[in-house]
């Protein structure tokens, strides 16, 4: 798939590390270093405009590395960039650990995907077909 975008950073454009890689880096494009204290949150933002076909959409993703082992994700994961979005792509970041952390500009501070998704059209009904969960929800289907 042929995505057009525009890179306004002072980084390389978003690749895939492996063959079998769903997701592409994205990097902070800073002036300076922004540092988070423990809960704080703020919006990072990359340099890349992209042009998403319709039918398409980018998820911003955390980065499980970043995450697990200095508490940093993404707030609103997965972030959604539309087809019809060409604004910056920014990233919301949030500190959920107990230290102060910094992140440097080209630091690679989110991934993104890009997913094809369906357009749902509403069956306003009385009734649903019944299943074996039901209305089970919130951990019905068990712990273990």
Not at 42 to 55: A, D, N, R, S
Request: aromatic residues 4%; glycine residues 10%; proline residues 4%.
């Amino acid at each position: 798939m042929q995505i057009k975008i525009i890179n306004r950073s002072s980084h390389n454009l978003p690749h895939y590390e492996t063959i079998a890689s769903a997701g592409m880096d994205l990097r902070a494009n800073i002036e300076e270093p922004v540092t988070l204290k423990p809960l704080e949150r703020t919006v990072v933002k990359t340099g890349l405009f992209i042009e998403l076909p319709i039918g398409c959409e980018a998820q911003v993703r955390p980065r499980s590395g970043l995450a697990a082992k200095k508490g940093i994700t993404v707030l609103n994961a997965p972030g959604t960039v539309d087809a019809d979005y060409r604004g910056e792509i920014g990233v919301i970041l949030v500190n959920l650990s107990n230290e102060d952390f910094t992140i440097e500009n080209g630091e690679r501070i989110a991934q993104l995907v890009i997913a094809k998704h369906e357009r749902a059209e509403w069956d306003d009904v009385e009734v649903l077909s019944e299943t074996s969960r039901g209305a089970g929800g919130f951990g019905s289907t068990g712990t273990k």
